[in-house]
T-cell receptor, first 114, second 117 residues
Framework: AAGVIQSPRHLIKEKRETATLKCYPI?????VYWYQQGPGQDPQFLIS???????DKGSIPDRFSAQQFSDYHSELNMSSLELGDSALYFC?????????????FGEGSWLTVV | AQKVTQAQTEISVVEKEDVTLDCVYE???????LFWYKQPPSGELVFLIR??????QNEISGRYSWNFQKSTSSFNFTITASQVVDSAVYFC??????????????FGRGTSLIVHP
């Protein structure tokens, strides 16, 4: 079965640069989530979209923005990168309306800021 | 206040031992969902199980079993006859409505399980 696809899988950027992560949810899923997982940390919720509209906002820095497009893929844009942004970024998707809204995660995008 | 507590930071066992990973949660919502995810060294988060607050029936899937007890707000995960491939970080997560407009999972700190051959 198709899973959540994230790209790129690995990314190295310098401080103050910009990075964009892409996410393609499971087909027919209408909700996309972004999580950030620092080294040795648990995943922290950043932001979510339902039917292309922002639905919930977590601990996403102002330097970051995200959107969901008409084909349901989503992009996380990170600007003025800092060393502390180095983390594993997960995209996840679910289908609203099903009890429990089981959220399936992609394999993650490793961002290293140097 | 942390909503999901995984008190065990790291557990080390020898292959074929049984091991239980503890998860205690906190919510005032009456409808909520609990999850377990596995994160192997390669980094991906693999969904293992979802349980809603109205279903306290325990579940078994092969060597995995889950014990959900609302009375103690716990959702423990047991691996029977552990194998080296079970080595991973295991996250318990809680999804409730309070504090947000939709169900967003909040993760515990994770328990690192190391299974030695």
């Amino acid at each position: 079965a198709a899973g959540v696809i994230q790209s790129p899988r690995h990314l190295i950027k310098e401080k103050r640069e910009t990075a964009t992560l892409k996410c393609y949810p499971i087909p027919r899923h209408d909700t996309v989530y972004w999580y950030q997982q620092g080294p040795g940390q648990d995943p922290q919720f950043l932001i979510s979209f339902y039917e292309k509209m922002q639905s919930d906002k977590g601990s996403i820095p102002d330097r970051f923005s995200a959107q969901q497009f008409s084909d349901y893929h989503s992009e996380l844009n990170m600007s003025s990168l800092e060393l502390g942004d180095s983390a594993l970024y997960f995209c996840a998707s679910s289908l609203q309306g099903l009890a429990g809204n089981t959220i399936y995660f992609g394999e993650g995008s490793w961002l290293t800021v140097v | 206040a942390q909503k999901v507590t995984q008190a065990q930071t790291e557990i080390s066992v020898v292959e074929k031992e049984d091991v239980t990973l503890d998860c205690v949660y906190e919510t005032r919502d009456t409808t909520y969902y609990l999850f377990w995810y596995k994160q192997p060294p390669s980094g991906e988060l693999v969904f293992l199980i979802r349980r809603n607050s109205f279903d306290e029936q325990n579940e078994i899937s092969g060597r995995y079993s889950w014990n959900f007890q609302k009375s103690t707000s716990s959702f423990n995960f047991t691996i029977t006859a552990s194998q080296v491939v079970d080595s991973a970080v295991y996250f318990c997560a809680l999804s409730d409505i309070l504090g947000g407009g939709s169900y967003i999972p909040t993760f515990g700190r994770g328990t690192s399980l190391i299974v030695h051959p």
